[in-house]
């Protein structure tokens, strides 16, 4: 018993490695992400949804189609959820669902998941007022020097 559980043991990281869905994202931070205006992509929710709304094809297509143009830059998915969608913490949570669906979003329409970060954001941090509909914003960073 003990032999199969060595050798499961010594398999597994080269399983584990060989998927493409665990790759390490790039070294990079958002901080600051939201005070960029240029190459911001608004993806709507509906209230109280964890997906993006059928009117968000575009726009993810359009950051999509951005970022595989210019693999050098890196993506912050900063996600929303409005004061009127649960207290603190479900709002925090709702908005780390909305980021993680657009973040799955962009690496099926072919960008490199280990470029882009998800992060929930609460809207106290976020500059000005988010409007419902910009639930979510994908933010193309400045390529590094």
């Known amino acids: 018993m003990m032999i199969p ?3 499961a043991a010594l398999l597994l990281p080269g399983l584990v490695l060989s998927k493409g869905a665990w790759a ?3 070294p990079f931070s958002c901080i600051g992400a939201e005070q960029l205006e240029d190459d911001a992509f ?3 929710f509906a209230r109280g949804a964890a997906q993006p709304r059928e009117d968000a094809r575009s726009n993810l297509a359009a950051a999509a189609e951005r970022a595989k ?3 050098e830059r890196m993506l912050c998915v ?9 207290g603190a913490q479900a709002g925090v949570q709702l908005a780390a669902k909305r980021a993680g669906a657009v973040a ?3 690496a099926k329409l072919g960008v490199e998941r280990d470029r882009i970060r998800a992060e929930a954001r609460r809207a106290a941090f976020a500059r000005g007022a988010v409007p419902e509909e ?3 914003t994908v933010v193309l960073l400045p390529a590094a020097p």
């Not at 900063?78 to 649960?86: D, N, R, V």
Request: hydrophobic share 40%; glycine share 8%; proline share 15%.
């Open 5 to 7: 559980l060595i050798a």
């Open 24 to 26: 390490q994202p790039r």
């Open 42 to 44: 608004a993806i709507p």
């Open 69 to 71: 143009r210019e693999p």
């Open 78 to 86: 900063l996600g929303h959820a409005a004061p009127q969608e649960g």
């Open 104 to 106: 799955e979003a962009l």
């Open 134 to 136: 910009r639930s979510v």
